[in-house]
């Protein structure tokens, strides 16, 4: 299984995948917060927060996750790779698991950068309550900043998983990216749109969404309820895609 996992990290950093996915994650994260002006804006917001970050980036996840995963398993069926996969001394599940555990290393690699970040507004609003005369100025929130920085990577980890099992239902890159997206889209905030119609149910839709959950952890309140439901919506979807590799079997 580790060297499974070695094969997958270095096809990433061995052909530009892997740095076009960091490039973009920070690049598009930091225009947005720095440089274009808007709400969104740090600088003309006032506001010592890191609230813009974790808005804008489960969207830009929603599509570099998927662009990661989709060749993870189709390209191995495409090219006749997967069968010599299969006469390794590996089993269905670590063949998944070594796939997902590198996605999950890249998406870390991309969102330590930002950490970047916290020290320049916690650094910022220093010097606002050094220099405010007569006003108190509120410094970053250390707590709410760790558990935003938890639930985006466990959103993160939900795409992987999700973006694994699309890529194990077709041969096609292209079709699992956008079958990929499409599942997170709907994960993510469809669960919303459902429970808007549901009446007395509408509560419990809501909470099979990441969305709602996510929303919890960003307020810095590590609740056991919203943990046990990302790792459960990752077991579910490394499981679904397990169990179509041992669907050979029954072919």
């Known amino acids: ?35 274009f ?41 495409k090219t006749g790779t997967i069968e010599v996969l299969y006469t390794q001394p590996l089993t269905d599940f670590q063949i998944v698991m070594a796939k997902y555990i590198a996605g999950l290393v890249l998406i870390l690699i991309a969102i330590l950068p930002t950490l970047i970040y916290v020290f320049t ?36 980890s939900v795409y992987c998983a999700i973006g694994l099992w699309a890529s194990s239902l077709t041969e096609n890159q292209i079709v699992a990216f956008l079958l990929a997206v499409g599942i997170c889209l709907f ?12 009446g007395g149910y509408g509560l419990t839709i809501s909470n099979l969404g990441i969305d709602a959950h996510y929303r919890s952890i960003s ?8 943990i046990i439901y990302f790792i459960s919506a990752n077991a579910v979807f490394l499981l679904l895609a397990k169990y179509k590799l041992e669907s050979r079997n029954w072919n």
């Open 121 to 156: 507004i916690a650094n910022l609003s220093a010097e606002g309550q050094q220099t405010a005369s007569g006003a108190e100025v509120a410094g970053l929130d250390l707590g709410e900043t760790t558990g935003a920085y938890i639930g985006l990577f466990l959103l993160a």
């Open 37 to 77: 002006r808007g709400g969104m804006n740090i600088i003309d917001s006032g506001f010592a927060y890191m609230d813009p970050l974790f808005q804008i980036a489960p969207w830009v996840f929603l599509f570099l996750v998927p662009a990661i995963t989709m060749r993870m398993i189709s390209e191995e069926k």
């Open 219 to 226: 307020r810095g309140v590590i609740d056991s309820r919203d």
């Open 1 to 35: 299984m580790f060297s499974l996992l070695k094969k997958e990290l270095s096809a990433f950093f061995s052909s530009i995948t892997g740095y076009i996915v960091i490039f973009v994650f920070l690049l598009v994260c930091g225009l947005v917060l720095w440089v």
């Open 187 to 198: 994960v993510y905030l469809g669960m919303d749109a459902v429970s808007d119609f549901l």
